[in-house]
Nanobody, 127 residues
Framework: VQLQASGGGLVQAGGSLRLSCAASGRTFSSYAMGWFRQAPGKEREFVAAISWSGGSTYYADSVKGRFTISRDNAKNTVYLQMNSLKPEDTAVYYC?????????????????????WGQGTLVTVSS
């Protein structure tokens, strides 16, 4: 599976962006998908995840209520709608795929759960 993230950019605080992650391959619909981010000088952290069916979603506390993860299996794409953006959301955002397809509260948050990673897209939120 190859993942291509896009949609990053510069936005003012309070604004919105939608990130997309397009996947190659015919097995996308069986993969759970996640978004992680890495701010300058910090470790990569979990943002959101979604099960293969879209029936289960998981969010970091820092983005709950502001970000929404969704997927369109017909388009082999997962999205991250980011609203009410804050300067602390500034980071490179990475999408990742988990071939097992099923996530738990803990596994969704672990980088080691995911088998494939995209190249990242930069989100900059100005104050």
């Amino acid at each position: 599976v190859q993942l291509q993230a896009s949609g990053g950019g510069l936005v003012q605080a309070g604004g919105s962006l939608r990130l997309s992650c397009a996947a190659s391959g015919r097995t996308f619909s069986s993969y759970a998908m996640g978004w992680f981010r890495q701010a300058p000088g910090k470790e990569r952290e979990f943002v959101a995840a979604i099960s293969w069916s879209g029936g289960s979603t998981y969010y970091a506390d820092s983005v709950k209520g502001r970000f929404t993860i969704s997927r369109d299996n017909a388009k082999n794409t997962v999205y991250l709608q980011m609203n009410s953006l804050k300067p602390e959301d500034t980071a490179v955002y990475y999408c990742a795929a988990d071939s097992y397809g099923v996530l738990t509260y803990n596994s969704a948050r672990s980088e080691y759960e995911y088998d494939y990673w995209g190249q990242g897209t930069l989100v900059t939120v100005s104050s």
